[in-house]
Nanobody, 128 residues
């Protein structure tokens, strides 16, 4: 059974930092693309970052480029998102997603051609 579990969200002041984690079980992340998404209240879900499964190239949406860093620890089977210089508009529920048939767009969005797996999300609130 595949499970993705996000953690690391919380309340942070503008300009602060958080590191999100996405721990996988029942599925090895090492060989597959995996992405981070977020959804703010009343808005559509937005793909913000993706790391490829082949050469582990990384991709970012313009909204987070230069502030967020995606990485993976294959030994821990965990994906990370280091978020710096946080802004109130970064407030959202953050999700990770992967599949055996996924790929990254150059704009930081993870796409899947087969059934994809999602975590339950972790809330990030940026407010003073």
């Amino acid at each position: 059974q595949v499970q993705l579990v996000e953690s690391g969200g919380g309340l942070v002041q503008p300009g602060g930092s958080l590191r999100l984690s996405c721990a996988a079980s029942g599925f090895s992340l090492e060989y597959y693309a995996i992405g981070w998404f977020r959804q703010a209240p009343g808005k559509e879900r937005e793909g913000i970052s993706c790391i490829s499964g082949s050469d582990h190239s990384t991709y970012y949406a313009d909204s987070v480029k230069g502030r967020f860093t995606i990485s993976r620890d294959n030994a821990k089977n965990t994906l990370y998102l280091q978020m710096n210089s946080l802004r109130p508009e970064d407030t959202a529920v953050y999700y990770c997603s992967t599949s055996t048939g996924g790929y990254c767009s150059g704009y930081g969005v993870f796409y899947s051609t087969v059934y994809d797996y999602w975590g339950q999300g972790t809330q990030v609130t940026v407010s003073s």
